[in-house]
């Protein structure tokens, strides 16, 4: 590649002959030409700029002198091109600019694969716009910004340009995993926190896991670092990725950070008691998400028949009028719910579960029975369940029954929902027994699970 800098200050550029950029052109994979565009003026002084017209502040570069330059230097372009074999080649015209599209990493890695890069740094209030206009008709022309912020001119946003692409050609970095891997990569992330010895400094520890030699649990402690730092300090980049980005584990990761894996990218999940405002809405939630649950056999006026009697509105008001007895949580996404819990706390700290095989599990009391979880069926996948989840037993844990905390939790499933299954026995539930029970004459099986609870904030 070859990459030519039109500037008035060609010293500014003497920075690039030093350390991998330096390294690149002495190796030859890349050509650099720094040239002084006061070679190109004709006067005595060597004047680059004139005043605006229709008036204004500061001074305009000529398009003459431009012009001139740029006639030149595309021509080393073409010579370098014929040389290297490269036919017509690429050529690229880049220029500056506050005012320019943003240089990302994408646009990097295409300028990284032009034959010809032309680089027209601006000073003052920049070029006369008929130079971008008229290359545009013989050139690629990029007008590039480097960030929102202004700079003098555009020597510093080159130097930039410069090393971001030369370290994109073949053989310019020693190891290309170290470009597979980094901030702004194909992952779409930011980079994990990196550290080497000593493993203690000042106090501080390296994080454990990175000195267990646990490979697995390394690599996914590092991605949920990933995206932890991405999430806290580019909301714009996770709510970016697509599902074809997100691993297995990225869900959980994401709900722990608040957000929710929806089609349409990661967004903000939030987790709040429900409200008798509520109600409604609950109801509504109940009855399109309760039938997925059932047996798919069950037939639809009994799961009809169980819906109107036990998640109308009326029962939900209930349930949210009697904070004793229920703790109910919603998730809302976007400003609408999209999942909600259920928990069924002992009237009494001794009164044992409605479940034979919990008594014989856990002996410790009061126990609570999380009788529903339920989230929208576009939602599923997305790592509300495990949001909720996490809320509802942190909830619990700070619940007491006539001054005893809360010992355990326990649930049943239907025996044949694979995925709920799954889901609990994944999230850290024991498979404690069954429990039978009848639905408008039939006999159904519930797997039952439990989780002890930790005593918080003790
Ligand atoms: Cl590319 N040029 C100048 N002059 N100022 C800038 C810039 C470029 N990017 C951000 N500020």
Known sequence: MRIDVVTIFPAYLDALRLSLVGRAIESGVLALGVHDLRGWTTDRHHTVDDAPLGGGAGMVMRPDVWGRALEDVLALGIDHCVREGAGEGRTVLAIPTPSGVPLDQRRVEDLAAADHLVIACGRYEGIDARVAEHYAGRVEVLEYSIGDYVLNGGEAAALVLVEAVARLLPGVVGNPESLAEESHGAAGLLEYPVYTRPARWRGHDVPEVLLSGHHANIARWRRDRALERTARRRPDMVAALTADQLE??????????????????????????ALSSDAAALAELAAETFPLACPPNMPAEDVAAFVAVNLSPERFREYLADDDRYLVLVAELGGILAGYTLAVLPRAADEPPHAPDVAAVVSARPVAELSKIYVRATAHGSGISQALMDATLAALSGRTVQGRPLAAVWLGTNARNRRARAFYARSGWEHAGSRRFTVGGRVEDDAVYVRPLVESGS
């Open 248 to 273: 297995p584990g990225d869900r959980g990761a994401l709900a722990r950070l608040g957000l929710a894996a929806t089609p349409a990218g990661p967004r903000p999940l939030h987790v709040r008691p």
